[in-house]
């Protein structure tokens, strides 16, 4: 079983729709999880991190679900700016700070 | 504050030739990593350092490639006797000490195209 898993998609969605990813991880003890960004041939960006309590930033929300081991990104309200490739990363923590990308999960965002 | 920086951004090199990689980490930013991401593929983890300590490299091909990162300078990812197989964009990314949030920040990465 991979450490980190994504649907790769293609997420085909017409603007303004709303649409959610999951992606889940193998390890349990794992503590810090992210949802990065990365516009073809281009570097990743951090979107935002995931906390346990979930959180939300703007039309983006992430939630984390331990007992599960999957974390979510929802989009709102898609914008045609929105196409990108969503990674997954998660972390042991504990003051090591390798992280592991999941392959990513594409979205195109159709007008 | 400037980003991360890599260079070069584009690097050609023909079969059995060294290819060697910068990486300048954000200021005050004392953990770096290299990625390497093939076409279509996800990144993959290669090799943690912090300053003159590799810190694991369990991402790291056995044979040809190595990483250092001096106490003065960029950190350099070097790989000897390159095979078109290499060709791939390499990532360099850097997070600051004691950041519990432990983002890592990306550069533009550098590819490498292996003829």
């Known amino acids: 079983r991979k450490e980190v898993e994504q649907d790769p998609g293609p997420f085909n969605v017409p603007e303004g729709a709303t649409v959610a990813f999951n992606c889940t991880y193998s390890?349990?003890?794992?503590?810090?999880f992210f949802w990065y960004r990365q516009d073809c041939r281009k570097e990743p960006k951090l979107l935002m991190s995931?906390?346990?309590s979930g959180n939300e930033d703007g039309r983006f929300t992430a939630q984390l679900n331990r007992a599960s081991q999957y974390i979510s990104l929802l989009i709102r309200d898609s914008k045609l700016s929105d196409s990108a490739t969503y990674l997954c990363?998660?972390?042991?923590?504990?003051?090591?700070?390798?992280?592991?990308f999941g392959t990513g999960t594409k979205l195109q965002v159709i007008p | 504050n400037a980003g991360v920086m890599q260079n070069p951004r584009h690097l050609v090199r023909r079969r059995g030739q060294e290819a060697r990689l910068r990486c300048s980490p954000m200021?005050?930013?004392?953990?770096v990593y290299w990625y390497r991401q093939l076409p279509e593929e996800g990144l993959k983890f290669m090799v943690y350092?912090?300053?003159?300590?590799?810190?694991?490299e369990s991402g790291m091909p056995k044979e040809r490639f190595s990483a250092e990162f001096p106490k003065e300078g960029p950190s350099i990812l070097r790989i000897q006797q390159v095979v078109r197989g290499d060709s791939a964009a390499y990532f360099c990314?850097?997070?600051?000490?004691?950041?519990?949030?432990?983002?890592?920040?990306f550069g533009p990465g550098t590819r490498l195209t292996v003829t």
């Open positions: 350092l912090q300053k003159e300590n590799i810190i694991d």
């Open positions: 990314a850097s997070s600051p000490p004691g950041d519990v949030r432990y983002e890592q920040y």
């Open positions: 995931v906390y346990s």
């Open positions: 390890n349990s003890a794992s503590q810090s």
């Open positions: 200021k005050g930013h004392s953990h």
């Open positions: 990363v998660v972390s042991l923590g504990g003051g090591y700070q390798k992280v592991t």
